[in-house]
């Protein structure tokens, strides 16, 4: 799903009050972390990712491979924070998702 400026807005301002659920540390983004943020996207849709101070990672480099690997939405990169975003595949978590294609 290709999100248009005011639908990314609208996703910038849910999460907001959000605090990151996920910290790549220096470990790095391997698959077992790919695998819990995807789950994490099927039940919340919209999350926050932060990378500490010791890791390699660079955000940039962290938010294309969640594109490619997740197929998700990076709505936004700040600093060492990224919100990520994707639509859920069951009914009941749809939450956002519905609001979105609204906008």
């Given at each position: ?9 609208f ?15 220096k470990?790095g ?7 819990q ?11 926050k ?16 491979v ?10 936004q990169?700040?600093?060492r924070?990224?919100?990520v975003f994707?639509?859920s595949?069951?009914e009941?978590?749809?939450r ?8």
């Amino acid at each position: 799903m290709e999100l248009r400026g005011k639908q990314k807005r609208f996703l910038r301002s849910k999460a907001h009050d959000l605090n990151p659920i996920f910290q790549i540390g220096k470990g790095g983004l391997n698959a077992a972390v790919i695998t819990q943020i995807e789950e994490a996207l099927e039940k919340r849709e919209l999350i926050k990712v932060s990378l500490l101070q010791n890791t390699d990672e660079v955000a940039e480099d962290v938010a294309r491979v969640l594109e490619q690997e997740i197929n998700c939405d990076v709505v936004q990169v700040i600093g060492r924070v990224l919100v990520v975003f994707k639509p859920s595949s069951k009914e009941k978590y749809q939450r956002l998702s519905y609001d979105v294609r609204k906008i």
